[in-house]
């Protein structure tokens, strides 16, 4: 009788913990936007992904979880599980004088199936 009880407290603690997925990509909610410079889209841009976030996490890439690369059109799309993230672009604008390089960021939550369309407006950077 122990060991069923035991097994059964083991079962129910293992579907707590899977069962509610939160904050990571591959959910039913999604974002989607354009990564643009002055109205500019900025094609194949990186869009890094910071989970459990609202506040800026640096440039510094390695503190970020994943990322995405936007198309040819400035386009990016993530599917997520509900939770709080922040995003930062990093992108090259070849019409402006070096440094070519401009990047920005946002902090967003998202519900569980929600669609959220957010362009990521980027400045000139380091």
Same mark, same amino acid.
């Given at each position: 009788?122990?060991?069923?009880?035991?097994?059964?407290?083991?079962?129910?603690?293992?579907?707590?913990? #899977?069962?509610?997925? @939160?904050?990571?990509?591959?959910? !039913? %909610?999604?974002?989607? $936007?354009?990564?643009?410079?002055?109205?500019?889209?900025?094609?194949?841009?990186?869009?890094?992904?910071?989970?459990?976030?609202?506040?800026?996490?640096? #440039?510094?890439?390695? @503190?970020?979880?994943?990322?995405? !690369? %936007?198309?040819?059109? $400035?386009?990016?799309?993530?599917?997520?599980?509900?939770?709080?993230?922040?995003?930062?672009?990093?992108?090259?604008?070849?019409?402006?004088?070096?440094?070519?390089?401009?990047?920005?960021?946002?902090?967003?939550?998202?519900?569980?199936?929600?669609?959220?369309?957010?362009?990521?407006?980027?400045?000139?950077?380091?």
């Amino acid at each position: 009788m122990k060991t069923i009880l035991q097994l059964s407290l083991a079962l129910m603690l293992t579907l707590g913990f #899977t069962a509610c997925k @939160k904050n990571q990509m591959g959910g !039913k %909610a999604s974002v989607r $936007g354009v990564v643009a410079h002055h109205g500019k889209a900025i094609a194949d841009a990186y869009v890094y992904i910071k989970f459990n976030s609202t506040e800026f996490p640096g #440039t510094d890439f390695s @503190k970020y979880d994943t990322y995405v !690369k %936007a198309d040819a059109n $400035g386009n990016y799309s993530i599917p997520l599980y509900k939770g709080s993230y922040y995003l930062f672009a990093k992108g090259y604008d070849l019409d402006i004088p070096s440094p070519f390089v401009v990047q920005g960021g946002l902090s967003f939550s998202i519900r569980n199936k929600e669609n959220l369309t957010l362009d990521i407006a980027v400045t000139e950077g380091d």
